[in-house]
């Protein structure tokens, strides 16, 4: 008996082989049909290892089961979690290019939602208040982030540092200076305008 006839009929984890599907240049692909329901093509080496164990729906599955075994399908900082993830994966949306498509990535531990909520909670989270990058070119992890207002998070932004670090080179005036004085609350212009003070021992 040969692989394709071994495979077929025979039950992996979640997926019942069907049919035999197609060659690819090592492997054949076999038509599977899932616990739920879902028809899958998969190839052969995936089905016997383990690598694939469903049509994805245990993925889902498990994401689900992660978020409200532990309460926090329904906080707010879900929300934060489930859209600072996607924008550094998913290749779908639309801000992607600004985050992940730019090397902006979220750490290993916080791709666990639990980890991640966690560690809000213990480290400045308030209501009203956003996840900033302290370096807006570097990723998501505990020693890059903090909260902040969402005025703040705004100056925080690409477009705004380097609009602002222009208007600095262009009055000659000092860009950390400008962005210290911002940061305290300060009005652009003012930031821009006011005099250094020397202050003498």
């Known amino acids: 008996m040969n692989q394709q006839e071994e495979l077929i009929g025979k039950k992996f984890n979640s997926l019942m082989v069907m049919s035999y599907h197609s060659k690819i240049k090592y492997d054949k692909k076999y038509l599977c049909q899932c616990d739920c329901g879902n028809l899958k093509v998969v190839v052969g080496h995936k089905i016997k290892s383990g690598h694939t164990k469903s049509c994805g729906c245990l993925h889902f599955k498990t994401m ?21 993830k996607n924008r550094c994966t998913n290749k779908k949306l639309t801000s ?23 560690w809000c909670l213990n480290n400045g989270w308030g209501e009203g208040l ?42 000659g005036v000092r860009y950390s200076l400008v962005k210290d004085r911002l940061r305290m609350g300060w009005d652009l212009e003012k930031a821009l305008t006011e005099p250094k003070r020397n202050y003498k021992k």
């Not at 929300?79 to 600072?84: A, D, E, R």
């Not at 600004?98 to 909520?117: A, D, H, Q």
């Open 130 to 171: 956003e996840i900033d990058r302290i370096n807006n070119d570097d990723g998501y992890y505990p020693e890059n982030c903090r909260f902040v207002t969402p005025s703040d998070n705004q100056f925080n932004t690409r477009r705004s540092l380097n609009s602002i670090s222009r208007k600095c080179r262009e009055m």
């Open 96 to 118: 992607y290019k600004n985050y992940g498509g730019r090397g902006i990535f979220v750490c290993e531990s916080w791709l666990n939602p639990k980890t991640f909520i966690e």
């Open 64 to 84: 689900s089961k992660l978020s409200t075994v532990h309460g926090y399908h329904s906080h707010p900082l879900y929300g934060v979690w489930n859209n600072m």
